[in-house]
């Protein structure tokens, strides 16, 4: 069996989260069929200007085929049309525009689909959003199966996708908060789904002294992995962090690991590493006392599954649909709506060491139950076959 | 994936955050109306600004700013170039009515005066709408909490009379409800009903 995975970038430098997601996936499935990678020669996920070289490279050993995007994004003229887009009274037309300025658009790969689709059983798109996926998986319903990566955002609710989500074979969910989202707004019930996720390589060994020695830290802290983001909810993050310092006398520190993209408050409760390695990433959890993830919008949270598969517990934005439901579901982090219950929920697992404990091992274990590499192998294995039938 | 809550060692994060929620609704009781009223607003704004996905520096300056400094259209001919930023300035001034016949800015630069002070009456417009909401959601907090308080009281009364009072309060209630009210006097455990506990 053949498949292939239509992916907006990929490449070992590119860590957004569904570019991160795809790579795994296709390096666990090479063990059980032929895995192809179709891609762009993009990097730059603003731009999508051409980085790489067209033509095929083998990555961990995947072979990777890159096409060239038509043109750059231009992220002022796309910005005003979204702009414009979500505020105002809109046509499909208007919609099928926003998707060619949104990019990237390769037409050369959605024609190498379009030729070459005898030669694969099935095409797994990667994000529902992108250009690739929306006209990828037009060329090729009867083949295709879909990992959406939505959030609850405004995007989802474009009549174009409505249509879409009823076209591939099979749907990869993230969380069973997607899978109902997408569910509810298209209903394509007919279309088989499962819930899978991604897993991580959680080591048997990492340690917290060394993440301490390393970046000079003493006491306990909370820790937070990820894009240093408004958008990501660290505006908030920081507002609330500082608010808790000055009413309590905490000895909680917060550790920021990620690219710095927005102002981080010079106070010296706060510190930032910068982009650190994986196994720096793992002592880290190793040593801190709990996970914070204060995104408003994510499908699914690659680190806040590593946290739980390392027993950490974790502290997470409750208006977030799905990193509550995770919490819920896993019984091993607390969450929050506003201030008054983010501080309350950060004095209870100081003042309940305990049963921040148990949480950590609630996590682990819903870590192995549901997202250890032989599941989520399997899960996609079992989709395909039921397809195939 | 199971959609099922795991068992596990008498931990249940749900019921955590029901305690947690009530201490934290217990707490507010103790602020005054205005203070949680500012407190509950401003979380509502931020609410606001962070899902309108903003520009990080738009976001920000929302944030810090009560009100945007109106757009001067005279510094489309300014320089701040240090040196030579005046005599640039003098050169424009002195070049304008030759750039004027290629292309007219005023009116533009006008206009976008113009939108600035009503952006900066609809953020105000904004602002105390969301206020205004929020102390309405905090009036409503309170005169829930008092029902609540006086129906459980009364519900208490009633169960602790004995049998002969509970029977003539409802006596009373459904000569009240049919129109009937042979006796003038209010009846002893309505008159005893009286907010004394307020």
Redesign the interface.
């Known amino acids: 069996m053949k498949i292939a995975f239509a992916i907006q970038r990929y490449g070992l430098d590119i860590n957004g989260g569904a570019e991160l997601h795809c790579r795994y996936i296709a390096e666990r499935l090479s063990k059980y069929c032929d895995v192809e990678v179709l891609t762009t020669c993009s990097r730059d996920y603003i731009t999508w200007k051409n980085a790489y070289r067209a033509g095929v490279e083998r990555i961990n050993g995947i072979p990777v085929r890159r096409f060239e995007v038509d043109r750059e994004r231009n992220p002022d003229r796309f910005g005003r049309l979204q702009d414009e887009i979500l505020r105002l009274p809109h046509t499909e037309s208007d919609e099928l525009r926003w998707m060619d300025e949104q990019g990237p658009a390769s037409t050369r790969l959605i024609q190498f689909i379009k030729k070459n689709q005898d030669q694969y059983q099935f095409f797994i798109f990667f994000s529902y959003r992108y250009y690739h996926s929306f006209h990828g998986i037009r060329t090729v319903p009867h083949k295709s199966l879909l990992v959406p990566t939505a959030e609850p955002?405004s995007i989802i609710h474009f009549k174009i996708f409505k249509g879409l989500f009823h076209l591939p074979q099979g749907f990869v969910y993230n969380s069973?908060e997607e899978k109902r989202q997408i569910q509810c707004l298209s209903s394509n019930y007919q279309v088989p789904g499962d819930?899978?996720?991604v897993g991580s390589e959680i080591p048997d060994v990492s340690d917290g002294q060394a993440f301490r020695r390393k970046f000079n830290l003493d006491g306990p802290f909370l820790l937070f992995v990820g894009r240093i983001?408004?958008?990501k909810?660290c505006?908030?993050l920081f507002?609330f962090f500082l608010r808790f310092k000055a009413e309590t006398d905490s000895p909680l520190k917060l550790v920021l690991i990620g690219a710095e993209?927005?102002k981080i408050p010079d106070d010296p409760r706060i510190v930032h590493t910068g982009f650190i390695g994986d196994k720096d990433k793992f002592d880290a959890l190793n040593a801190c006392e709990l996970l914070i993830m204060p995104s408003?919008y994510e499908s699914l949270s690659m680190v806040l599954l590593e946290a739980w598969g390392m027993g950490r517990p974790t502290l997470a934005n409750?208006?977030c649909r799905v990193l509550m439901g995770q919490?819920?579901?896993?019984?091993?982090?607390?969450?929050y709506t506003?201030?008054?219950?983010f501080k309350?929920?950060l004095l209870?697992f100081q003042s309940n060491p305990d049963?921040a404990r148990?949480?950590g091992?609630?996590g682990r274990?819903?870590y192995r139950?549901?997202y250890t590499w032989d599941i989520i192998e399997q899960k996609y294995l079992r989709l395909m076959e039921k397809v195939r039938n | 994936m199971k959609d099922v809550k795991i068992p596990s060692h008498q931990i249940d994060v749900v019921e955590i955050m029901k305690k947690i929620r009530q201490s934290s609704a217990n707490n507010r009781t103790e602020l005054t109306r205005d203070d949680r009223t500012r407190r509950e607003a401003k979380s509502e704004f931020q609410t606001l600004i962070q899902n309108a996905q903003l520009p990080e520096p738009i976001a920000e300056q929302i944030k810090q700013q009560m009100v945007f400094e109106p757009y001067d259209p005279r510094t489309l001919y300014v320089s701040k170039r240090s040196g030579i930023g005046s005599l640039i300035g003098i050169i424009r001034r002195l070049l304008r009515p030759i750039t004027k016949m290629f292309l007219n800015v005023d009116p533009l630069a006008h206009e976008v005066y113009r939108l600035t002070a009503l952006n900066n009456l609809y953020l105000r417009a904004i602002q105390d709408l969301v206020h205004k909401t929020s102390a309405l959601q905090v009036e409503m907090y309170h005169n829930r909490k008092r029902t609540g308080r006086h129906r459980g009281r009364d519900e208490q009364r009633y169960n602790n009379s004995g049998p002969n009072h509970r029977r003539h309060r409802e006596r009373t209630h459904h000569r009240r409800e049919s129109g009937e009210n042979r006796n003038p006097q209010p009846a002893r455990m309505n008159s005893a009903a009286e907010p004394s506990a307020q």
Do not use: K, T
Not at chain 1, 327 to 335: E, P, V
């Open positions: 955002d069973v819930v899978v996720g983001d408004e958008n909810g505006g908030q507002d993209v927005m408003f409750g208006n919490s819920i579901r896993s019984n091993a982090g607390l969450f506003n201030y008054e219950e309350r929920s209870y049963a148990m949480m091992e609630n274990r819903f139950e549901n």
